[in-house]
């Protein structure tokens, strides 16, 4: 229902209009009117808010203003703006893109890609004569195949190619899956082996937790967590069914209560993912109906919230010396580094390992961005360019929990530990080559 402002108090609202300076704090700068009623009523009695001119006026049930606020005039950041549009999309990436002026660029960069990734199922092709054969069909049935040179059993196929991918054997029994390539990169990164505990947090609809299980040979355990019950039900039992992989459990449930609510225990997982909700900069499609009308209806803000508690609760579970992956599908500064800042500001000990992927396009991590403090440790994060022709946007960040260290003899091994730990380099492409089957079985010959 939408409010009126009351009429009777018109006069009194131009009178204060006058009289207040742009420069006033926050504090309410008009007392409260004298009222009989307790100031629980009060609270509770307040029907109408009403912003103007960066005011904002409340007002009781009888019409009686009860408090006014004179907030400094400032300039808006994009997340103030109502409803914020094409150009503040455009100015926002041209900052984080570091675009020059020439116009129509942001359009370019996201118009529809031109190339769709596939790659094949590791649980049901596990040598490269099988990633060949399939290669060669693809070829057969006049598909263009390009061979991702950094994970071999990836491909890019032409967009238009891609339906005809759908109607083939390969694609119904799951032995190949329609992902794109910026996906493989957090998989990558956790380097997924045989007999881990894996959780993802964020886990639906699954084609990471999906290759995660086919990189650990089908021998991982499997906890996937999803808030959404449609896209658990709907989407991600599908996905698993089609690529023949079996979790040990699927928990719908916010994701943020799972260690208070006592639906997982901490510091008992191998291995983490927390591919959050995000406002999806790196996917976004002008050539789609609206290509903003997602981007629009949250802001990054309120995305970072809920991503920075997701992420602590991610890290609690995680065991000493496990890894966990940090990823979005945005650029957004506040949802990539700035979550990152402000994880590292509660849990200083964490460790952030520096990543490197020569593969596809990169750029460097954004460490000055209007309203974040951002700590330099960002900078071995990885951001993937959404101007690669064959990649959406994306942002990777590998964290270890470090070992306990105390003075017992154990306890200075572990320093030493960490400390190498915190040295160390994870090189994506030389993970790529590892995990892949084609590469294995060439290296072998
Ligand atoms: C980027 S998608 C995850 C994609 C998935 N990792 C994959 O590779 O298929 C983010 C997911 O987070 C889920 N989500 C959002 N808020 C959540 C919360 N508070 N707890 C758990 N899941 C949440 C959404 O339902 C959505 O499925």
Redesign the pocket.
Known sequence: MKLEKPQNTTEQDETTRQDSSPNEPETPSVAPEVSNESPDEVSEDIMALEISEGREEKFDTRGRKKYRTQKPKKEKRYWEVVTPGLGDFEKRIGKILDLGSRKGQVQEIFSAKKFKGLRVNPLLVQSAEGVKEIRDELVDHGIDVIHLAWYPDGFVVPVEHIEAVMELPMYKEGLVFIQNPS?FLPILALDPQPGEKYL??????????ALYAGLSQGKSELHL????PF?VNKKMREVLKSQKVVPSEIII????HLITQGKITPESFDKV?V????SSEGKINFESKDPLEQWKFKSADQFSH?QLK?LLTGYEALKPGGVLVYST?TLSPEENEGVISRFLERTPSAIVQKLLFKGQSVYDAITNWPGQDIVSEVTKTLRVDPRDPYMEGFYVCRIIKPFPEDETPEGQKNKQRNIDLANETVDLDQLGQKHSRLKKDEEQQ
């Open positions: 996906s993802d947090v964020c886990s639906a609809p699954g084609g990471k937790a967590v999803d808030d959404n896209r449930s916010d994701a943020r993912l591919d959050v909700d995000c809920l997701i599908c």
